[in-house]
């Protein structure tokens, strides 16, 4: 009944509370992809499918925001972004902070339509929003690819790609409002 609470586990059998980030907590709660290298994280998520940590719902905090304080340091005002596009993933090593939050929040203030709503907007995925933007900041001249790479926390691969129209090669130039 407990392990269902089920964050902090407590381990039914020998009745004792787990340490948080424990090598036997990290066995309970999180199986690592050996493929993707994502940590998947098995006990509470979200509606949305983010993991949650925490023993309790109100109280619980963002699993990749948790796992990045824990091994990197303090986000302070600034998300937990996913470069691996898996809310259930809490691997450090793939999450980044949320800088282009702060960059769409920008774009959304200059007049740009359709402002996403709720905590991980702009945030998990590349969206035909941002590659409309970063195929044209490209074509400005002003930014290299390992720039515009970091800004969305994805590879430079990815964004040649996508400048190339090797991806995403459906959209249009421009998104009509
Ligand atoms: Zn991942």
Redesign the pocket.
């Known amino acids: 009944m407990l392990a269902r609470d089920a964050n902090f586990v407590v381990d039914a059998i020998r009745g004792r509370r787990m340490e948080p980030f424990s090598e036997e907590w990290l066995l309970w709660c999180v199986r690592k992809d050996i493929v ?4 998947e994280w098995l006990r509470g998520k979200d509606s949305k499918g983010y993991a949650r940590v925490g023993s309790r719902v109100h109280k619980s905090k963002l699993g990749a925001r948790a796992f990045y304080e824990k091994y990197r340091g303090p986000l302070g005002s600034l998300h937990a972004c ?3 596009d ?1 809310p259930g ?1 809490v ?1 450090q090593e ?1 999450i980044f902070p949320g800088t282009a939050v702060d960059n769409m929040k920008d774009m959304v203030a200059k007049g740009r339509s359709n402002p996403r709503r709720g905590t991980h907007h702009g945030c998990a995925k590349l969206n035909a929003e941002r590659v409309l933007e970063i195929r044209t900041k490209w074509a400005s001249g002003e930014y290299t690819q390992q720039a515009l790479a970091d800004m969305h926390g994805i590879s430079q691969m990815h964004v040649s790609q996508i400048v190339l129209r090797k991806r995403w090669r459906h959209l249009p130039e421009q998104i009509s409002k």
């Open positions: 993707t290298g994502c940590w996913h470069k691996c898996n993933c691997s793939h």
